[in-house]
Every structure is written in structure tokens, then in C-alpha cells.
Antibody, heavy 119, light 107 residues
């Protein structure tokens, strides 16, 4: 069974940093692209970053480019999102999500972790 | 970037109703369109990819259609568990973009 378990969320001040982790199991981490998607209060889903199955290619939404970094450690089956220069508008539930095989979109989601940026 | 819109933004329906939600992309995305369902306090659930292919385990009351720029999600007979917010997403090119969502609530 595919499982994704996020951790690392919490309260952080504006301008601060936080690193989210997503422990995955039930699938070969090296064979699938993985993503971070967020949902801010009262807003819709926002795709923010992807890392390819090979781990060599990353993509970012303009809203986080230059501030967030996606990475993974296949030996630990863990996906990361390093978030720097956090802003109030980054407040959201952050989900990690696995793509399907080949050029297929997200097929599995974690339960999410809440990040609150506030002074 | 490809913009994605949805209509309506919300709708009220009764159990047993047939419901259709529309998604439009700002440029041709072939059939690289997915649909997701999210209930309050829960993670999203993947329903459909490639415009019309159901994810494993998704009941056949859900169906998708369309190609190019215009797509639809249809729920054949609305059940209580279907009241939720539905999002479409284009995955034809980065940055992948979601539509703003359609909330389906009880009439």
C-alpha cells in the first residue's frame, strides 16, 4: 500500500525557515516523480514543486521559486521541502504527492502538514 | 503559464442528481487534464487522469471528457459522500496549474 507521511509543519515567524519531510513507503521512490502541493485557508489547491523520478530535474511555481527547494534522500525514502524567507501567504496545509508512472499526474496523497507563518 | 478556470464555482444539488463541472485551459493541453476531490479536513483524492481515465478504485459514476482546452467532470447520480470540492489540474506543461475549484453542496 502506497503511503506518504508528512512532518515538520508548525508556527514560524515571517522571514523564517522550515523544512518539511515526507516519508514514503509502498512504492519504489526512484521510479516516480513526487510533488508538493499546498492549500491555503479559503483558497484552492496550488502545485508548488516537483522532482523527477531520477531526482535530477526540479520544477517550481513562480510563487516559491528562489525561496523553496525540493529534494529527496532515496536511502531514507524521504522527500523534503526546504522553505526559506517565509511569508504570511505561505500559510497552508502542505501535501506531498506521488505521480503515476510515465507522464501521469498525482495518484496518491499524504495527509498534509500545517505551516503557519505569523508573528 | 497555462491558466485553468472552472465553472461553476459552486453548485447546490440533491442526492440522485446528475452534476457536470466544466474546466477550461488557456491553451491546448491535449488531454493532460486530471480531476481531484477534496472533502473538508481530508487530503485530496485523485479521481481521473488523461481527461477520462478513472484512477483505480474510483467508482464509475464519475466520468470525464474533453480534449484541447475544454473538459468536463460528470457525476452520474450524486450520493451523500460526493458532496465535496472538485479541482481540475493541467499537467501538460510546468508549472502545473489547478483550477480554482467547484464546491458541490446539498440543496
Amino acid at each position: 500500500e502506497v503511503q506518504l507521511l508528512e512532518s515538520g509543519g508548525g508556527l514560524v515567524q515571517p522571514g523564517g525557515s522550515l523544512r518539511l519531510s515526507c516519508l514514503v513507503s509502498g512504492f519504489n521512490f526512484r521510479s516516480y516523480a513526487t510533488n508538493w502541493v499546498r492549500r491555503a485557508p479559503g483558497k484552492g489547491l496550488e502545485w508548488i514543486s516537483s522532482i523527477s523520478s531520477s531526482g535530477t530535474t526540479t520544477h517550481y511555481a513562480e510563487s516559491v521559486k528562489g525561496r523553496f527547494t525540493i529534494s529527496r534522500d532515496t536511502s531514507k525514502n524521504t522527500l523534503y521541502l526546504q522553505m526559506n524567507s517565509l511569508r504570511a501567504e505561505d500559510t497552508a496545509v502542505y501535501y506531498c504527492a506521488k505521480d503515476g508512472s510515465g507522464w501521469k499526474p498525482i495518484d496518491s496523497w499524504g495527509q498534509g502538514t500545517l505551516v503557519t507563518v505569523s508573528s | 503559464d497555462i491558466q485553468v478556470t472552472q465553472s461553476p464555482s459552486s453548485l447546490s444539488a440533491s442526492v440522485g442528481d446528475r452534476v457536470t463541472i466544466t474546466c477550461r485551459a488557456s491553451q491546448d493541453i491535449n488531454n493532460d487534464l486530471a480531476w481531484f476531490q477534496q472533502k473538508p479536513g481530508e487530503a485530496p483524492k485523485s479521481l481521473i487522469y488523461a481527461s477520462s481515465t478513472l484512477q483505480p478504485g474510483v467508482p464509475s459514476k464519475f466520468s470525464g471528457s474533453g480534449s484541447g482546452t475544454d473538459f468536463t467532470l460528470t457525476i452520474a447520480s450524486l450520493q451523500p459522500e460526493d458532496f465535496a470540492t472538485y479541482f481540475c489540474q493541467q499537467y501538460d506543461s510546468y508549472p502545473f496549474t489547478f483550477g480554482p475549484g467547484t464546491t458541490v453542496d446539498i440543496k
